[in-house]
């Protein structure tokens, strides 16, 4: 597999302020697990192979088990997974899918519950960061397995 094309070589000055972008979300306050499990549901759920192989070795990284990765795509009939973080994906979900679901109420009434204003704000740029990343990723082929997680 090759990629289309090497999109930070060719626009390295469009691909800065997204990254950003990350830099402020891996300092907003959000824990960086859970910033992980979202990254990857929203992988998942738009199938972008580059960034399932990244997050999911970041997640490892940050000392994720095995069990509850295997299980993110079903997060709903498992015990795996608290309801701060369940609330965080059904919002990712929400978000990611935001063409079909509008963000229902009911899914913001239970983030709410559990994400202060400024958090749920910056829950939600994660979201959006990690959709932008999943589409650039996907529509140049960026190509999974080489990625290593830095030591942060």
Known sequence: MQPRIEYDKV??????PMLSLEGYIRRCGLEPALLELIKLRASQING???CIDMHTK???????????LYALNAWRETPFYTDKERAALAWTEA????????VPDEVYEQVRQ????????D?????????SWNRIA???????????????
Not at 11 to 16: D, G, L, S
Not at 95 to 102: E, L, W
Not at 114 to 121: A, I, T
Not at 123 to 131: C, D, E, H, P, Y
């Open 138 to 152: 996907i529509s140049f082929r960026a190509v999974p397995g080489t990625y290593q997680p830095s030591h942060r």
């Open 95 to 102: 978000v990611t899918r935001v063409a079909d679901t509008h």
């Open 11 to 16: 626009a390295p000055e469009a691909i800065k």
């Open 123 to 131: 829950l939600t740029l994660a979201i959006v960061a990690i959709n």
């Open 58 to 68: 970041d997640a490892r990284a940050h000392g994720e088990t095995e069990q509850r």
């Open 114 to 121: 559990h994400f202060g204003e400024k958090e749920l704000v």
């Open 48 to 50: 972008c192979a580059y």
